[in-house]
């Protein structure tokens, strides 16, 4: 083999670890480069000793006693490799597995703790049959501080830092039980449905081990709500399953079980799931990161063929979109999952790849929103000229901006990258930095929208 060709080889390996560090949740981008500057060093060394390049990468790799832990995973994937005689030790092996146990403990009965405190409610009166605004108020203050606990466990969070966020669910639980809300008022369903995104914040500060600052951190967290979403759709399909079965088998005998998934099966399966459901992201991650991406550009170029249909049939009837409440709603839904695809495909995106075809496809899907939340927007100015300022159109208008300014930085920092004139990493951390004024804008509804409105 010619010099070339086995320098060739050696960088190919070092990409591969390279890569492979970046998509562990343990480790940072600025420790990634860090290590990788003393992985080569160790390999100059090796290689300037005679060994041929993939010996001194073998050897490098278990000298590197900073990164065993990692190395050590990164050899039970890979199991055709020499890594897993040299790094995959029975020790290291029943330790892993008794933290996996003890992972699993934990977040079993943090999902007991999410299910009691979705049904602590009916000490003091509350059913969620008789009182179903109260539920959709308050279903994520029940859910998330179990998922926030779950994490500040695992990531050995300063007291600090667990006391802030525990005070941001406290001041979060007394903004949106004010005895002030009129019960099926506008301002009582934008709060609930704002209330999560915010409370979301909150617990991605929790994920990232209180190192919100690092963008490298906050697009894991994208990672894992787009992993958790799709572990939690299938446990629900499971769980439905389960009471479809839970109630044929007790009509079989004359017995009504209705009750009790109605009560109990349901509503605490539900909470519970949540926490389940982020803990098997922790544990499964290499699982689902490869169905991820896949899902990801599957659905990307159906949802810029809807956008792109729905400008057309504008374009051609002429008519303008209509503004009403749902209207907006689903608007802004819609745009919301083209964001999620976007941010999911960045993360699940090997930022030195060169650009190719998806790329451009993205950045199709981009325009494309770009141009219907224009025009959406207009539609709500438009609104507001004309009949005035109401709690919704307000908050849709905020939306609708905060979502035009990420899409067109998307859009141009994108169109830089496949220009050649900039890099992958600069759109990487436009996202990234971006991802707190949804959370700030959530929380300003939360708070502020209801007196700003009178509670009406």
Known sequence: MAPGDVDVALEAQIAEWRTYLRRRRAIHDVDVAELEDHLRGQLESLTATGLSGDEAFLVAVKRMGAVDALS???????SDRLWRQLMATPGAAEEGSAGRRREAAV??????????LIKLPELFGQFLQTHPAFYLRNASLAVFPAVAGYFAWKRGLTGRTIGTLAIAFVVAALAINLPSFRTGGDTERLAALHLPIALWGVVGVAYVGGRWWRGGRRMDFVRFSGELFIYFVLIALGGAVLTMFT???????????????ERWLVPCG??????????????????????????SRLFTPLFAALLVTFLATMAWTGRGIHIERNV?????VLLALVLGLLLYA??????????????????????????VDGLALAAIVARISDFG?????????????????????????????LRGRGSFRALEEWQTGYLPIYAAWAALVVVLFPPLFGYR
């Open 107 to 116: 977040a079993l009965v943090l999902a007991i703790v999410a299910g009691v």
């Open 346 to 371: 960045i993360s699940a995106r090997d930022p030195d790849a060169p650009a190719g075809g998806s790329d451009w496809l993205l950045v199709f899907l981009v325009v494309s929103a770009l141009l």
């Open 389 to 417: 300022f109401t709690p919704n159109r307000v908050a849709a208008l905020g939306e609708n901006v905060i979502l035009l300014v990420n899409l067109a930085g998307s859009a141009w920092l994108y169109g830089r990258f």
């Open 72 to 78: 050590q995973e990164f050899a039970r994937e890979h």
């Open 270 to 295: 539900a909470a519970g799931a949540v926490v389940v459901a982020s803990w098997l992201v922790e544990a499964k991650q290499s699982v689902i990161e490869n169905i991820a991406p896949v899902l």
């Open 247 to 261: 109630m044929g088998i007790f009509a079989s005998i004359g017995a009504d079980a209705e009750w009790f998934v």
């Open 328 to 332: 907006l709603i689903a608007f802004d």
